[in-house]
Antibody, heavy 123, light 108 residues
């Protein structure tokens, strides 16, 4: 059973970059599609983006992002450590949220969720 | 972007009663819809996918129906552990995926 654990700072200053890591256990990051989402009381659940491998290559994962965040977000992977990462630049208070990493099926449903990481943007 | 609207916002029922939750899509999504349950302090959990298929380990009292723009999650007889927030999610021509704003199911 795949398990996910997010980690990273709980507080980020405005205009800085939010960086989170997701450690994957019980499965290889090569074998699934992976996604990041966030949740706020105001906007609810929001899809941030995803990363996946096509074919047998480790070198060119594909990514796709929510158009509303695309200019600020990067999702990447570290196959040697079986980890995923999220970077969101130029954060504002509106980026305050619980951030989740998750395994998403090829068909687009969230199969496994991490426990979530609350990030507050404040000076 | 496909917008999902859930109703009601809050549903107050007693254990043993039947719960009916609705999700309406802003355009036709076929059967490309899922339901999730979220309890306080926890991540959501997949209950139903493809509008009516139960995910692994989900009790038979949970059922989903609908297609096109109107979908329903039914809990046939509420157990105490079923009181939570429920979200619908569409994956029609994903990415992106989008979620409804949630229905809170509370004990009456």
């Amino acid at each position: 059973q795949v398990q996910l654990q997010e980690s990273g700072p709980g507080l980020v200053k405005p205009s800085e970059t939010l960086s989170l890591t997701c450690s994957v256990s019980g499965g290889s990051i090569r074998n699934f599609y992976w996604t990041w989402l966030r949740q706020t009381p105001g906007k609810g659940l929001e899809w941030i983006g995803y990363i996946y491998y096509s074919g047998n290559t480790d070198y060119n994962p594909n990514t796709d992002y929510n158009p509303s965040l695309e200019s600020r977000v990067t999702i990447s992977r570290d196959t040697s450590n079986n980890q995923l990462s999220l970077r969101l630049s130029s954060v504002t208070a509106a980026d305050t949220a619980i951030y989740y990493c998750a395994a998403i099926s090829v068909s687009g449903y969230i199969l496994v969720w991490g426990q979530g990481n609350l990030v507050t943007v404040s000076s | 972007e496909i917008v999902l609207t859930q109703s009601p916002g809050t549903l107050s029922l007693s254990p043993g009663e039947r719960a009916t939750l609705s999700c309406r899509a802003s355009q036709n999504v076929g059967s490309d819809l899922a339901w999730y349950q979220q309890k306080p302090g926890q991540a959501p959990r997949l209950l139903i996918y493809d509008a009516s298929d139960r995910a692994t380990g989900i009790p038979a009292r949970f059922s989903g129906s609908g297609s096109g723009t109107d979908f329903t999650l039914t809990i046939s007889s509420l157990e105490p552990e079923d009181f939570a927030v429920y979200y619908c999610q569409q994956r029609y021509n994903w990415p992106p995926i989008t979620f409804g704003q949630g229905t809170r199911l509370e004990i009456k």
